[in-house]
């Protein structure tokens, strides 16, 4: 089968990193996710990755800590997980750059949209790392901007412990109902919080698609790329 898409963004969580471990990096976890984003990138797939930090910090959750304060300690976070899945794909023969939002030459590239265009040009595998740089925004919305900013042609939202959108918690109510198709105005109507509302409207005003999946069931990264349908697709039309 070919791929459907030519480039794109996997958003991925930090909790998907930690695997069961729920903390941390889970060794294992990191390279099953990199030896998927590395077959998707064989079948010429430009692949981007925009990770989360919440498995080491969740900036928002810490209330009684500055706000600027503790999304700077997230983002740090966000950087060892993109350093964490560089490693593992460069270990898979996968060239790889990380690109930092926060300046920090020693570990990362800064981030220049140009730059990370031409190394997807180049066949890299570009991670993202440090959000957007900005407290009070989340690693979603960085991601939408990202997406973006590089043109690609959809976000891949993979989530831990969930296969797509439904109409409540299905680890609550067990007769919660799956979405397999959304508008954008449908998550900010319904509230569903898949994404928060900044993400979901970036998206929804660049015509930005997104598929909504699970991480934990192995290949999904590759079965989404290649058209199967799995998950939630988020789209205006």
């Known amino acids: 089968m070919e791929p459907i898409f030519k480039r794109v963004v996997l958003k991925l969580s930090g909790e998907a990193l930690a695997g069961d471990k729920g903390t941390g990096i889970d060794n294992c976890t990191v390279n099953r996710i990199a030896?998927?984003?590395?077959e998707i990138q064989e079948l010429g797939v430009e692949v981007s990755v925009v990770v989360g930090g919440g498995n080491f910090w969740r900036g928002a959750s810490v209330k009684e800590m500055d706000r600027t304060t503790s999304d700077h300690m997230g983002m740090l976070g966000t950087v060892m997980n993109a350093l964490a899945l560089q490693d593992a794909l460069e270990k898979m023969d996968?060239?790889?750059?990380?690109?930092?939002a926060i300046d920090m030459k020693q570990v990362a590239e800064p981030y220049i949209r140009r730059r990370a265009i031409r190394h997807l040009e180049k066949g890299r595998v570009v991670i993202f790392a440090a959000g957007s740089g900005n407290p009070y925004f989340s690693t979603d919305t960085a991601?939408?901007?990202?997406?973006?900013?590089?043109?690609?042609?959809?976000?891949?939202?993979?989530?831990k412990g969930v296969d797509g959108v439904y109409d409540s918690d299905p680890k609550i109510n067990k007769l919660a109902q799956k979405f397999d198709t959304l508008k954008y105005i449908d998550i900010l109507n319904l509230g569903l919080g898949i994404m928060d509302s900044t993400a979901t409207s970036l998206c929804m005003d660049n015509s930005i698609p997104l598929i909504v999946f699970g991480i934990d069931e192995?290949?999904?990264?590759?079965?989404?790329?290649?058209?199967k349908k799995?998950?939630?697709?988020v789209k205006e039309d």
């Open 94 to 100: 996968v060239i790889t750059r990380v690109q930092s």
């Open 230 to 233: 799995i998950g939630t697709h």
């Open 218 to 227: 192995p290949n999904n990264i590759i079965n989404v790329v290649l058209g």
């Open 143 to 159: 991601a939408a901007l990202r997406a973006a900013e590089i043109e690609a042609e959809v976000i891949l939202l993979a989530k």
């Open 35 to 38: 030896s998927e984003i590395k």
